[in-house]
């Protein structure tokens, strides 16, 4: 079966930046789309970054020139960089892949940013 494991949220300064980081099994992980998501509380999940089989990303405007999703094939994993962050970046961070017609998440990694 598809799972998705996500890993480096925690607790960081405004203006610091973290390396999330997404695991992927059961799909054959260079043929797909990945996507970062993210939910803050009492807010609707938002997509944040995609990354193309040939690379093409995309992102939303609040966090194009902070952000940066890449992917890495060989390890079935897909990363999203995240540079100065803000405190409305704060939110659980989700990894998702729509495969073989159905769409799969991760578990979630919490981003806290404070200070």
């Known amino acids: 079966q598809v799972q998705l494991v996500e890993s480096g949220g925690g607790l960081v300064q405004p203006g610091g930046f973290l390396r999330l980081s997404c695991a992927a099994s059961?799909?054959?992980?260079?043929?797909?789309?990945m996507a970062w998501y993210r939910q803050a509380p009492g807010k609707q999940r938002e997509l944040v970054a995609t990354?193309?089989?040939?690379?093409?990303?995309n992102y939303v405007d609040s966090v194009k020139g902070r952000f940066t999703i890449s992917r890495d094939n060989g390890k079935n994993t897909v990363f999203l960089q995240a540079n100065r962050l803000k405190p409305e970046d704060t939110a659980v961070y989700y990894c998702?892949?729509?495969?073989?017609?159905?769409?799969?998440w991760g578990q979630g990694t919490q981003v806290t940013v404070s200070s």
């Open positions: 998702n892949v729509a495969a073989m017609g159905t769409n799969y």
């Open positions: 059961g799909i054959i992980f260079r043929l797909y789309t």
């Open positions: 990354i193309t089989p040939g690379t093409s990303t």
